[in-house]
């Protein structure tokens, strides 16, 4: 299938991708950021050179193959990991390693919830953390408890960790992200471990936060179809070392919930997204 207007491609394997979404001090900015791990005699190079401009207010979701270096990008622009070299700047202020910033809400790939807190308490953390009163009132973070009744989570205020599912608990990551009411959200596959209509709400939920107060979301997931269903922007990596393959600007009408099915415009994305995956596998298209 020919590439229609809905999936106009711009394919990276050059260094930069600033002239794409040009935003100056108004978005996010990721520059020449490399990362390379060495474990006793072994060296991976997660990612190199990556560079990505994010305007404020853009849904923009990263999709690749399982170890292409998506959650250690997420890590380096959420400040928890420091990169060989390179910046990330968030609305003009450059993040540094181990920022604990408040305007930005970040979403763990496995949720990382203490085992001896309950539910609740988890959500208190970064409030405490950052020295702020736990129920909430004085200033943009939110009572957790109403927050944890937002996502469905009222009946287990009080439990620890090991008593829900894996869904709850990625459920109680999402919400303790949510506790400041941060700006930016980092998502690392948030709703990979909930079931398809759990999956659904949580989605819905997210594109009405996100319409309504004007966040600036990086996601990452490994389906095509949420990808589309959600971004933006897709931004494919390759696989390692994690480079910016392609950026692919989707442009549906929103919402999109009622395409997913039933629209060629739909499918020509995904097409475009899976096109450019199989490039990474050497498969004939
Ligand atoms: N702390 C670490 N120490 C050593 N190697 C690491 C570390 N974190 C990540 N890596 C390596 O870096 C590469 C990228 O890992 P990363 O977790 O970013 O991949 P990913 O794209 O998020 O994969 P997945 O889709 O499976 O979550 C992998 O080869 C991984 O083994
Ligand atoms: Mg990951």
Known sequence: MPESDATRVSRHPAKSTNDVYATGDDGVSISGIWKTFTTRNERTVAVQDINLQIRRGQFVTIIGPSGCGKSTLLRIVAGLLSPDCGSVSIFGETV????????????????????????????????????????????????????????GLGAVLDRRPHELSGGMQQRVAIARAFVFDPMILLMDEPFSALDEFTREAQRRGLLELWQSNQKTVLFITHSVAEAVELSDVIVVMSPQPGRIQAVIPVDLPRPRGNLVENSDPFHAVEVAIRRELRRNWNQPE
């Open 96 to 151: 540094s390693h181990a920022a604990e910033s408040k305007h930005i809400g970040f979403v763990p790939q496995t949720p990382a919830l203490l085992p001896w807190r309950t539910v609740t308490e988890n959500v208190q953390l970064p409030l405490q953390v950052n020295k702020y009163s736990t129920s909430g009132g004085d200033g943009r973070q939110s009572d957790p408890r109403e927050l944890l009744e937002s996502f």
